[in-house]
């Protein structure tokens, strides 16, 4: 899987709306992601813990949040926006996967200025089955029926849905969502997310939208899961942004970088419990002296150490004449959105072919293999002459050139839903 820099990620969501709605999870979901359009750094534990602030990293709070009442019941409100000339980012707070209060979204989001979105992230879990009686587990399974029927109806087809598996939880939950007397003594809450990551699973399949099963992909990352039992730290979240970053660009037949090694983003490992105490981090064996950490933010990588000794210099063949140096540039397809500006095209780092990340586990797929202690990727090295970066044509098909092999990329997926007989009009 291609670990996409900041301005990789800001020229594949060129001009893309993107709307994330679920709970403090998908909360930080949107918060990693608005810091990757800007910068190559993770959030900070005080970035994850924080809830409803006026502002995070440019955004603004557009309703609910510090504004209003700050509680833990199911009416708590919080709507936040990231915008910039070519990006546009909103996260909607959600108690329950349907309501009038997420039927009032969809209206919104069909009403607005900047057209639908071209991207919708999804997931309402753990609220459903804790925070609405005896019966919450038979309403959470008609709710998600009228749900994804409701998106079929009001989406476009340009729209891509990925609805997001709810992540593991642990064995003791003391997240503040969940009350003292609702919080369960056993393992009853992680086996009942489960079955309802198979029933979303095949309700959003069934109205053929996507399915990222986060659950699967985080497994075995319990080493990752804050002590509270349902919040996760930087890097799983890291990890979670590149996993849907995937997604899409696979979604829109666009080529990802390929970069050997890859980058860490978490690092596997069971997670030890102690009664009363969540999770305890196991001790991490330092390879050297540890380097002193700047203040703010926190690295995307750990620091280097002291740098090896170069190696012995190599007598330098001789040629009768130097070689002409060849440069090769590719373009990025990535179909054209919804203009939320007037300017020029993007420019950013180029792509290359790559390894799409499947959703679908295979059989030998066992989990992550990431290591802490790998280094992070090199930008490229100054060379004497001058390249410009290339310049991205969105909207045209990319030239592929006759011959016995097949383009690099592939076209964007057709969508899998049935477009409905009368469609509504596109808004203005």
């Given amino acids: 899987m291609a670990c996409l820099l900041a301005s990789e990620v800001q020229q594949l969501l060129h001009n893309k709306f993107v709307v994330i709605l679920g709970d403090s ?129 009001v989406l476009p087809e340009s729209c891509l849905l990925v609805w997001n598996t709810a992540m593991p939880v642990g064995k003791q939950i003391t997240a503040g969502f969940l009350p ?27 109205h053929g939208f996507d399915v990222l099963d986060l659950h699967f992909h985080f497994r075995h990352a319990g080493r990752h899961l804050q002590r509270d039992g349902v919040h996760w730290d930087e890097r799983a979240h890291r990890h979670l942004s590149q996993l849907l970053l995937a997604h899409v660009a696979d979604a829109w037949g666009v080529d990802l970088p390929q970069r050997n090694p890859v980058p860490p983003s978490i690092r596997v490992g069971p997670a030890r419990t102690r009664p009363g105490r969540g999770i305890e981090r196991r001790p991490q064996a330092s390879p050297g002296p540890p380097a002193l950490a700047p203040s703010g933010y926190r690295p995307l990588l750990p620091l280097q150490h002291a740098p090896r000794p170069p190696p012995p210099r190599l007598p ?92 690099w990329g592939r076209r964007p997926r057709s969508s899998k839903r049935w477009a409905p007989s009368h469609p509504h009009p596109r808004p203005q």
């Fill in 25 to 153: 999870v998908h909360r930080a979901v949107y918060k990693d992601l608005v810091l990757l359009l800007q910068k190559d750094l993770l959030l900070t534990p005080t970035q994850l813990k924080a809830k409803g602030e006026e502002s995070f990293e440019q955004d603004k709070l557009v309703d609910g949040g510090q504004r209003g009442p700050m509680h833990n019941g199911t009416q708590y409100r919080e709507v936040r926006q990231f915008c910039s000339g070519h990006h546009l980012v909103r996260f909607y707070f959600l108690t329950r996967v349907y309501s009038s209060y997420l039927k009032a979204i969809l209206q919104e989001l069909q009403s607005s200025k900047h057209g639908p979105p071209d991207v919708i992230i999804m997931n309402s879990c753990l609220w459903d089955l804790s925070r609405y009686g005896p019966d919450s587990w038979k309403s959470y399974l008609e709710n998600l029926e009228s749900l994804f029927e409701h998106l079929g109806q």
């Fill in 180 to 206: 003292p007397e609702h919080r369960p003594g056993d393992a009853s809450l992680r086996e009942t997310v489960i079955a309802a990551n198979f029933h979303s699973s095949v309700e959003a399949k069934k």
């Fill in 316 to 407: 330098m063949a001789l040629h009768p004449r130097p070689f002409p140096v060849q440069v090769m540039s590719r373009f990025l397809f990535c179909p054209r959105g919804n203009s939320l500006a007037s300017d020029p095209p993007f420019q950013s780092d180029q792509f290359s072919s790559n390894d799409f990340h499947s959703d679908v586990p295979s059989p030998t797929q066992t989990g992550f293999s990431f290591e802490d202690d790998t280094q992070p990727p090199m930008p490229p090295f100054h060379t004497p002459y001058q390249q410009r970066p290339p310049v991205v044509h969105r909207g045209f098909p990319r030239y592929v050139p006759p011959g016995p092999y097949g383009p």
